[in-house]
């Protein structure tokens, strides 16, 4: 001490504080958010750069606060102009700071992630809508047909093997195109029986032995009506067989969607009346 401050003409400096106090007033600095709001002096974030405590629980960056003591030439608190403080220096600014930089790191990642995910299955999924569905499938075709190009040039076993394969691979793109169902109107099936009509069809193609009824327009019904005589079924292609010919077809054949025997197109059926 000074004589000045011995003989009490001169406050005598406060005595150091101890750990206790200290957490004290951490936790009040801590309740108030002074470490997460900017530095009052400079308004910037604390980030990782040196932080002080002061002891009537307010943070600033350490060159801040030494900068307001040299332009003001005293050691008063910038906030509430208490003198004669203590300080410690602390590092919640820069963890909470590292905290923050982890988040965007790991937000920016999922949402790569994310987008990654999403070119694929922009890839592999065909689209509802009806345009963007038509150039999903072209783009696949003009894949599967560079692919069967750039084969041309190497042997012709290679070759031979990359025509089979695209082949299967244009076939499932063509299904997938025509996987939406249509339904045909009973007007629809009308027109389709006359046409077949007109086609004076008199035997089965699969087995090879007369229709019984004669196929005549007007004679539509459900699959419940007359069982005493071989049922005909009317196919939305046009074409004619017996009803149980195309359901042993159809048990022989292997694909999921069943085919005409005899145009190969994906057909609806309706049984005629006997």
Not at 117 to 131: A, G, H, I, M, Q
Request: charged residues 25%.
């Amino acid at each position: 001490l000074s004589t000045a401050q011995k003989l009490g003409l001169v406050e005598p400096p406060s005595l150091p504080l101890s750990a206790e106090e200290w957490v004290k007033i951490k936790q009040r600095s801590i309740q108030h958010g002074d470490s997460v709001q900017p530095c009052a002096i400079c308004r910037e974030e604390f980030a990782l750069r040196p932080q002080v405590l002061l002891s009537c629980s307010h943070v600033f960056h350490k060159a801040c606060l030494k900068a307001f003591e040299k332009f003001t030439g005293k050691k008063s608190c910038p906030m509430c102009r208490k003198e004669q403080y203590q300080t410690r220096v602390i590092h919640d600014g820069a963890r909470l700071f590292k905290v923050k930089c982890a988040t965007r790191i790991q937000a920016s990642w999922r949402g790569y992630i994310v987008r990654k995910w999403y070119e694929n299955l922009r890839k592999t999924v065909p689209p509802k809508d009806s345009k963007l569905r038509k150039q999903f499938f072209e783009k696949k075709v003009q894949q599967i047909t560079d692919r069967l190009l750039s084969s041309y040039d190497i042997n012709l076993d290679e070759f031979f093997s990359e025509i089979d394969s695209s082949i299967a691979a244009s076939q499932d793109v063509l299904q997938q195109s025509e996987r939406k169902e249509i339904i045909v109107s009973e007007t629809e099936w009308e027109k389709i029986q006359m046409q077949a009509f007109r086609q004076e069809i008199s035997d089965c193609p699969i087995c090879i032995m007369p229709l019984s009824p004669t196929v005549s327009p007007g004679r539509l019904s459900s699959a419940n009506s007359n069982q005493s005589s071989p049922q005909t079924v009317l196919l939305s292609c046009s074409h004619v067989f017996h009803h149980t010919c195309l359901q042993a077809f159809e048990e022989f054949s292997l694909g999921e969607r069943h085919i005409c025997p005899l145009c190969r197109s994906c057909y609806q059926k309706k049984i005629l009346r006997c």
